[in-house]
């Protein structure tokens, strides 16, 4: 492959694959070993501490009710898993797995546990909830994991090429939604999906979340982005299979970012990230940020 070599969009990305015959994350790594000066082992290693670290976060949210700070969030997963244990959910175990593994990820954030921002820390839980859940099921060997986070981190960093991902930004819809964008990509390369297909599942989960507000409950990362993240988990299941049926998106990934960059600067600055409007400034959360702050 050609030295520093310089991939700033989709298009350029599936022209490199298709000029080498080489899988998103064959390319990725190559070039971050590049850029890093390491060998392409040290890159996967580094990626493989990440891929611990979410297992670490599921396993310890999952055992824990410890409740946040503000009091408002902590003991949802521990109340999902006794609910599955009495009636299973109609989609299956899969599907409780996912939804366990992401609120015991995103609960761990709000006690301050160890988390792995993919590609925030609000919205931590997507790619782990889907990614490990999924590999547990269908017994997908570590290398494989690996080679589907490498694939949803080099969809993260071209798409924060043209938007910051950051919800002061561009809203939710650059957390939550490039999360489920990323896990779409990784669960469709777990699934053997061709370069293609992975970057119509990315196009599929993003289009379909533009304009996503960042409008937090008592400005913090609890009311609604713990319950968000096990949504968007299963907006990205449904994102890969669509697009490992053939399904496509009918504009560009490339033009689909453009859009989101678009209605990020357009939407109002009281629903990124401020709490000045949307759910922030609904009668129970200035309720609750009255009992919040004057108790704290």
Not at 102 to 123: F, H, Q, Y
Not at 132 to 153: F, H, M, N, R, Y
Not at 232 to 256: F, N, Q, R, Y
Request: aromatic residues 4%; charged residues 25%.
């Amino acid at each position: 492959m050609e030295k520093n070599l310089n991939i700033n969009t989709f298009e350029e990305l599936y022209s490199v694959c298709e000029k080498y015959e080489k899988t998103i994350y064959e390319i990725s790594q190559e070039r971050e070993a590049e850029l890093a000066e390491l060998k392409i082992p040290e890159i996967r290693i580094a990626v493989k501490q990440s891929l611990d670290a979410m297992k670490e976060a599921i396993q310890n949210g999952l055992k824990s009710d410890e409740m946040s700070v503000s009091g408002m969030c902590g003991d949802d997963c521990i109340r999902l898993q006794k609910s599955f244990d009495i009636k299973h959910a109609i989609f299956g175990k899969l599907y409780e797995k996912i939804l366990t593994y992401a609120l015991a990820t995103s609960e761990e954030n709000l006690r301050m546990g160890k988390i792995v921002a993919c590609p925030t820390a609000g919205s931590c839980a997507i790619v782990p909830s889907v990614l490990v859940a999924v590999s547990e099921s269908l017994g997908i060997p570590e290398k494989e994991q690996i080679d589907a986070l490498i694939t949803a981190g080099e969809v993260g960093r071209i798409i924060s090429n043209k938007v910051q991902l950051a919800g002061a930004v561009a809203g939710c819809q650059a957390e939550c939604g490039v999360a489920s964008a990323m896990s779409a990509a990784a669960l469709t390369q777990m699934r053997g999906g061709s370069v293609k297909q992975i970057l119509n599942a990315v196009a599929l989960a993003m289009k379909n979340l533009l304009g996503l507000s960042c409008d937090p409950v008592c400005g913090l990362v609890e009311i609604p982005c713990v319950k968000r993240n096990p949504f968007l988990a299963i907006h990205a299941v449904t994102a890969s299979e669509m697009a490992l049926a053939g399904i496509e998106s009918k504009i560009p990934l490339d033009e689909v970012i453009d859009a989101m960059e678009q209605t990020g600067k357009l939407m109002s600055p009281m629903l990124k990230e401020s709490s000045q409007a949307g759910l922030a400034k609904t009668k129970t959360a200035i309720s609750l940020e009255e009992k919040v702050f004057n108790n704290n």
